[in-house]
């Protein structure tokens, strides 16, 4: 079994800034990408996020330039630094990870329960 859990949410004025941390546990053999979606009330879950395990990273444009996806392997744990937040960030907030299983070559999606993001003033 693999835990994914976000923490860093919270009320934010516009302009501000949060950031979000997704740290897996269990029997983690090795985490290939991590991803951080979001999903704002009445729309569907978007990808917001990507970094692969060489650290290469990619974005949606709306967040680009104000948002940076990072990852620490010795702690496997991703980040999400938000700034600059406006009130169209205002979502629920979801790490994604592909994790190969310890000790196997199965390789599963596991999913965070997510992390409430409000940007209002």
């Known amino acids: 079994q693999v835990q994914l859990v976000e923490s860093g949410g919270g009320l934010v004025h516009p302009g501000g800034s949060l950031r979000l941390s997704c740290a897996a546990s269990g029997s983690i053999g090795t985490i290939a990408a991590m991803y951080w979606y979001r999903q704002a009330p009445g729309k569907q879950r978007v990808l917001v996020a990507t970094?692969?395990?060489?650290?290469?990273?990619s974005y949606v444009d709306s967040v680009q330039g104000r948002f940076a996806i990072s990852r620490d392997n010795a702690k496997n744990t991703a980040y999400l630094q938000m700034n600059s937040l406006e009130p169209e960030d205002t979502a629920v907030y979801y790490c994604n990870a592909d994790v190969r299983l310890q000790g196997t070559l199965t390789i599963k999606n596991c999913w965070g329960r997510g992390t409430q993001v409000t940007v209002s003033s």
């Open positions: 970094i692969t395990s060489g650290a290469s990273t």
